[in-house]
């Protein structure tokens, strides 16, 4: 086995372990909120392009940071699957089949939709935020960034890839996600880009929390085991 074969086992094989049987044993029902999801996102991109469905799609699934928040959050679980207009549709399409398909067999159709919808939450505050501090600021945006639509689909996905990498041990692939995000507002700062920086914040914290609250449980599970084997037992 090469080193290239070597380093991709190390990286990827137990994702693929963990993937490849429920595939195997079930194909498209191992998936059926990626493939709702998938297709919801087909349609939506549909009907955004007819000339009666654009103004629909704006006022139930398009976030700016202009709107008010209210309706902004009630649109917000929508806004996950409302493509871009320019950019190309399938590019989002392959995007929900993969990283959503993976992440709905390893972490379950609902732990799946809640990271997603934590990174997208994260990309819409992150944008009311920014725009309050100014362009002047490290952080902040500029005013003409309020009638920006947020980023759709893809703070999900990127939220997703990092929280999988991590989870598998897929580690060089977590970071590679990030770099690419960092590269992009660096290269073309723009609204996405930042908002994709926002989302891996709001992961990494996830994964922080979920970290601790590992460790948490195996020291009560050691600690309630009582001493192992060729310990003494505890003097009273």
Not at 85 to 112: H, K, M, N, S, Y
Not at 216 to 231: D, V
């Amino acid at each position: 086995m090469t080193g290239l074969a070597c380093w991709a086992r190390a990286e990827w094989g137990l994702l693929y372990v963990t993937v490849r049987e429920p595939l195997r044993k079930r194909h498209a029902r191992a998936v059926p909120m990626t493939l709702l999801a998938v297709a919801l996102t087909a349609v939506i991109q549909v009907v955004q392009n007819q000339s009666w469905g654009y103004r629909f799609v704006q006022d139930v699934g398009a976030v700016r940071a202009e709107d008010p928040l209210g309706p902004a959050l009630l649109r917000t679980p929508l806004s996950l699957f409302v493509p871009a207009l320019d950019l190309p549709v399938w590019g989002a399409l392959a995007q929900l089949l993969v990283v959503f398909g993976i992440a709905e067999i390893c972490l379950g159709w609902w732990r799946t939709l809640v990271i997603a919808y934590a990174a997208t939450l994260a990309g819409t505050l992150y944008a009311r935020v920014g725009i309050a501090l100014g362009c002047g600021h490290p952080l902040g945006l500029p005013g003409s960034d309020a009638q920006v639509v947020d980023t759709g689909p893809s703070a999900a996905v990127v939220g997703l890839a990092v929280f999988l990498g991590w989870r598998y041990g897929a580690y060089v692939t977590a970071g590679a996600v990030i770099l690419a995000m960092i590269v992009e507002v660096l290269v073309k700062e723009n609204l996405a880009g930042k908002e994709h920086l926002a989302a891996i914040v709001v992961i990494v914290a996830l994964i922080g929390v979920s970290t601790w609250r590992r460790r948490r449980r195996a020291q009560r599970e050691r600690f309630t085991s009582g001493p192992g084997p060729g310990l003494p037992p505890i003097q009273s």
